[in-house]
Nanobody, 121 residues
Framework: QVQLVESGGGLVQAGGSLRLSCAASGRTFSNYAMGWFRQAPGKEREFVAAISWSGSATYYADSVKGRFTISRDNAKNTVYLQMNSLKPEDTAVYYC??????????????WGQGTQVTVSS
């Protein structure tokens, strides 16, 4: 069992930056591929970014490519999402997720509770 706790959300002006963190419990964090998703009001949850167990492989949604960076620190059991050049349309609840595989398959087994990101225009 893995528990995920997101933090780092908040209110930021358009063009600003935020860094989200997702802390994972358990000793097998390095065995899991990780992902970030988001859900805006009235919309379905959408994929944002994913990272393999070692960080050697990363994937991004087209809408965030070049602006967001996913990374991880296995020694700290934490995955990050650095968000730059934020836009109002990035406003959403952001969730991290873990899948019981080293490489990204986007079939997630565990989810965090989410952290709110609000970008004002």
């Amino acid at each position: 069992q893995v528990q995920l706790v997101e933090s780092g959300g908040g209110l930021v002006q358009a063009g600003g930056s935020l860094r989200l963190s997702c802390a994972a419990s358990g000793r097998t964090f390095s065995n899991y591929a990780m992902g970030w998703f988001r859900q805006a009001p009235g919309k379905e949850r959408e994929f944002v970014a994913a990272i393999s167990w070692s960080g050697s492989a990363t994937y991004y949604a087209d809408s965030v490519k070049g602006r967001f960076t996913i990374s991880r620190d296995n020694a700290k059991n934490t995955v990050y999402l650095q968000m730059n050049s934020l836009k109002p349309e990035d406003t959403a609840v952001y969730y991290c997720a873990a899948e019981k595989t080293a490489w990204v398959r986007r079939q997630y087994d565990y989810w965090g509770q989410g952290t709110q990101v609000t970008v004002s225009s």
